[in-house]
């Protein structure tokens, strides 16, 4: 499908209530505890499947719609965030996304963090918040003090930072000076090529070792097979996720709404 012809089903999702989130889990390496789940978006299609966000995100992204999607899906992981809350099951963390196109929306950024204020008082007074906001370091905002200005309301309020596909492009190394990052997520495809790649491996061990060194807890994506777990524990990472584990899952309530 073209780009008009994706956006204008992306556009029509979201007048209709059907960009949803599908739910991956993310387990400890060490022990296999389910640590927490990242939201991811989908699209439910009028024949009932559902389209990954892969396939829709570049047109999206072009037609400048993503900051939309974000914020439905933002809205949602709330939700369900405070839902565990409530069932007395809270996730360690609920890592959700905010792209630069949504951090560049202040209308949108505010109606989020009045969502959070209101609803993360279930957590009491808990100094850190389930919740974790994840920032893609190849899409996001140029300016150092501008990303500190916009997510300061949120750290304030408990809601921790990960940078997410770090190892994929652009340094995220000043973000990680000037930002109080607590997750590093470790870029799928890189983690794919440690088993049959040293340099990627060596790579990935360096990572660690940042992580490690600033008590930062570490994610690694898209793992898919058990040799890539093995590597990954001899490395050090902590925290990971992949069809290996749990494909994202839309939950039966949202595909009812």
């Not at 994706?6 to 599908?22: C, D, F, I, K, M």
């Not at 974000?70 to 905010?98: E, G, K, W, Y």
């Not at 058990?226 to 939950?251: A, C, H, K, M, N």
Request: hydrophobic content about 45%; aromatic content about 6%; proline content about 4%.
């Amino acid at each position: 499908a073209g780009v008009f012809s994706l956006a204008s089903r992306v556009e029509n999702a979201l007048q209709t209530g059907r960009v949803l989130p599908a739910y991956q889990t993310v387990l400890d390496l060490r022990t296999g505890e389910v640590r927490g789940e990242e939201a991811l978006a989908r699209i439910q299609l009028d024949d009932g499947s559902l389209m990954e966000a892969a396939s829709f995100i570049p047109a999206a992204e072009q037609m400048y719609l993503v900051h939309r999607v974000d914020h439905s899906i933002i809205q949602s992981t709330i939700r369900r965030c405070v839902d565990h809350v409530r069932r007395c099951d809270p996730l360690s963390a609920m890592f959700v996304n905010f792209s630069a196109d949504f951090l560049r929306h202040p209308e949108l950024v505010t109606d989020v963090l009045e969502t959070m204020k209101r609803e993360c008082a279930c957590c009491g007074d808990l100094a850190e918040k389930p919740l974790v906001v994840e920032i893609t370091e190849r899409q996001f905002l140029r300016d150092v003090e501008e990303a500190k200005r916009v997510l300061a309301p949120f750290v304030d309020l408990g809601i921790r930072l990960a940078i997410d596909d770090f190892g994929a492009g652009y340094s995220s190394l000043e973000y990680f000076a000037e930002l109080p990052i607590r997750f590093l997520k470790i870029e799928g495809a890189l983690v794919r090529r440690i088993v049959k790649e040293p340099r990627a491996r060596a790579v990935v061990q360096g990572i660690q070792s940042m992580a490690t060194d600033m008590a930062v807890i570490s994610v690694a994506e898209g793992i898919e097979d058990e040799r890539t777990v093995d590597v990954l524990r001899e490395i050090g990472v902590d925290w990971g996720q992949g069809y290996l584990f749990s494909r994202p899952t839309v939950s039966p309530e949202d595909l009812a709404r």
